[in-house]
């Protein structure tokens, strides 16, 4: 998936300065936005929408407006804020909006560094809906049917924890208890019958996110995904997405524990 231009999510953009909603609008052309002049419009376009990114110009002229835009703010939950920020009095602005100082970016417009905000809270908006979905069909228990020395069979999904191809024709399952299953039933196929938790982190590997520990970034521009029994398994970035929407559906669960998804640069 295409984070930036598969995800249709609006964009307000909110600024009394003609120029900045010009060049924000420029920058993020192959994207929905809308630029918008006065507070009274920035609150009717926010209410008409199911999810949207509002991207902020705050400065000392608008300072004034600060108290209706917390208020516009508690308003609505499905409305991600990035905010840019010219003001002499951080603090003050931190304070009233209850923001981490990394919630904010610098006043001077930086494409990159608007595009790279947008990108991660287009991500999150998509993985926290695809969860939300999802999390609705989840079965208590999946069994996953395969094919073992030309006999079919059936095992529970969460016993197993990651699926690698080898050669052609067979894949290997790695069970939680140590053992290790042949089978001619191709990742497709297996991937076709499980749930969001046994997802592909690579063309040649499927891994249940019950089983993570950690994943860090490699060499490779890709990622590392560590198991809790110390196996390392590579994560493709293409791949990531989905990686995030199963640990975003473990965490719903309450059940087990997994890494915090740190979101910098806007404030969630």
């Known amino acids: 998936m295409n984070l930036e231009t598969d995800c249709h999510i609006p964009i307000l953009v909110f600024s009394p300065n003609c120029e900045f909603r010009v ?19 920035f609150r009717g376009e926010i209410k008409k929408q199911k999810n949207s990114i509002a991207i902020l110009e705050v400065t000392e002229k608008t300072a004034q407006l600060l108290e209706r835009l917390l208020t516009i703010k508690n308003e609505v939950s499905n409305v991600k804020f990035i905010y840019f920020v010219n003001l002499k009095d951080i603090e003050a602005l931190l304070s009233l909006l209850s923001l981490n100082p990394s919630s904010i970016l610098p006043c001077c417009l930086d494409e990159n560094v608007l ?12 993985e926290q809906g695809l969860a939300c979905v999802t999390k609705k069909n989840l079965k208590k228990y999946n069994f996953i049917q395969l094919t073992v020395k030309n006999k079919q069979t059936e095992i529970i999904e969460d016993l ?13 399952i790695y069970l939680s208890n140590g053992g290790v299953i ?4 191709n990742l497709k196929d297996i991937s076709t ?25 490699n ?13 390392i398994i590579p994560l493709s970035k293409s791949y990531y997405p ?22 910098k640069g806007f404030h969630i």
């Open 182 to 185: 042949t089978s001619t039933t």
């Open 242 to 263: 989905i990686y995030n929407v199963a640990k975003t559906l473990l965490k719903a669960d309450n059940t087990y524990s997994v890494l915090k998804n740190e979101f």
């Open 193 to 217: 019958q499980s749930t969001p938790y046994l997802f592909q982190s690579h063309k040649s590997f499927l891994v249940n996110i019950k089983y993570t520990h950690s994943v860090i970034p």
């Open 115 to 126: 595009r790279s905000n947008v990108t991660k809270v287009m991500q999150y908006i998509y």
């Open 160 to 172: 197993i924890m990651f699926i690698e191809k080898k050669g052609k024709y067979n894949v290997e």
């Open 23 to 41: 060049r924000v609008s420029e920058m993020l052309k192959e994207y929905t936005v809308t630029a918008i002049q006065t507070i009274e419009k």
């Open 219 to 231: 060499s490779f521009n890709n990622y590392d995904l560590t198991l809790s029994n110390q196996t």
